[in-house]
């Protein structure tokens, strides 16, 4: 029973980072990586790669797909972005493999903090008074 209640958890995490990343192209970590440390118990390096290793087929492959039959994928963006990605990824990943759990948590809360100011922020000043 126990069994069933955690795959249970694992995929409605992973159905609530599916309809973000989907619906406001987010790339689920910010879903999976508080889900995966605050219901499942992963601490934050397990969480981050697990996250990373979650992701990366299904975002990667399904959405873009969907995306590109639709004429919304520029390929040579894609690319060129994608090679900072991979080694911003890469370095960024050897040193928070290096940092203590709470301060890479603090590190984390601290980045959704300001990307939520930023998002209030930006709808605000575009909405009519």
Not at 18 to 33: D, E
Not at 77 to 101: C, H, K, Q
């Amino acid at each position: 029973m126990a069994a069933d209640i955690h795959i249970i958890l694992l995929l409605l995490i992973g159905l609530t980072a599916g309809i973000t990343s989907g619906l406001f192209g987010i790339g689920g970590g910010v879903i999976v990586v508080p889900a995966l440390v605050l219901i499942m118990g992963f601490s934050v390096p397990s969480a981050i790669g697990t996250s990373l290793a979650i992701l990366l087929p299904p975002v990667g492959l399904a959405a873009v797909i969907e995306y590109s039959r639709h004429g919304n994928v520029d390929l040579k963006t894609a690319i060129i972005v994608a090679l900072g990605l991979f080694t911003g990824a890469w370095i960024s990943a050897y040193f928070a493999n290096r940092l203590p759990g709470p301060w890479l948590r603090v590190a984390f809360g601290v980045f959704i903090i300001c990307l939520g100011i930023y998002m209030i922020y930006g709808a605000l000043k575009h909405t009519p008074v």
